[in-house]
């Protein structure tokens, strides 16, 4: 019985051993460099800086003011000839009756890139490449700007109007601020100055 027992467990050893070193078919699993993984990693997971900060301007609704509009028979869209150009039009409409808009609270115009309210009447900036939007700024301006509502980022400048809700945006981390302007200066430049906005007419 005993040489029975030795005899199947040399067997099963055998018959293991073969198993074992015989030849592989798993398919291996490739892993991302080092170089590919931190790259991507330090853009929130995408393949470009730039990629990143067109993902941060679509979902953080920067084309709801800075895109003009254009009415189709399913509303508003955005005008992609003119994307991120901020206001184009002249002033609102001269039947406006402003002071009645600014006591009841808001108005906007027909293509969404202007809005009158108690602070007057504010316009959307062309977030565009040209040298009429960002294409001249500096990324310390472009952070100074969304860090503390400043025109144009400067220091001295006027504090920005509603409805730029820079102080929900300050909250972006540093890299995700880069981000959004290293995509802003890769768009299309469109060439449009955007009027300075006007004061509330007397209440």
């Not at 067997?11 to 592989?24: I, K, R, Y």
């Not at 990693?41 to 990629?51: H, I, L, R, V």
């Not at 602070?119 to 310390?140: C, H, K, P, R």
């Not at 981390?173 to 955007?194: G, Q, W």
């Amino acid at each position: 019985m005993g040489k029975v027992f030795v005899l199947s467990f040399i067997v099963l050893m055998t018959v293991f051993l073969v198993q074992c070193s015989g030849p592989q078919t798993e398919t291996p699993v490739e892993t991302p460099s080092p170089a590919a993984s931190s790259s991507s990693a330090s853009n929130g997971g995408f393949e470009s800086k730039e990629k990143w900060g067109e993902h941060l301007v679509t979902v953080s609704g920067c084309q709801d003011c800075h895109s003009p509009k254009k009415m189709t028979p399913m509303g508003p869209e955005i005008d992609s000839s003119v994307m991120l150009a901020g206001y184009r039009g002249g002033s609102p409409e001269k039947e406006v009756n402003r002071k009645d808009l600014q006591r009841k609270g808001l108005g906007v115009t027909r293509d969404l890139t202007a809005w009158i309210g108690p602070w007057g009447v504010s316009y959307a900036a062309n977030l565009t490449s040209d040298s009429t939007g960002v294409g001249a700024w500096n990324e310390e301006q472009f952070i100074l700007a969304l860090r503390e509502g400043k025109f144009k980022g400067l220091a001295n400048g006027r504090t920005l109007l509603p409805p730029m809700p820079w102080q929900m945006y300050k909250h972006f981390t540093d890299n995700e601020v880069k981000a959004i302007f290293a995509f802003l200066k890769t768009t299309k430049p469109v060439k449009n100055a955007v009027p300075a906005p006007l004061p509330p007419v007397g209440m």
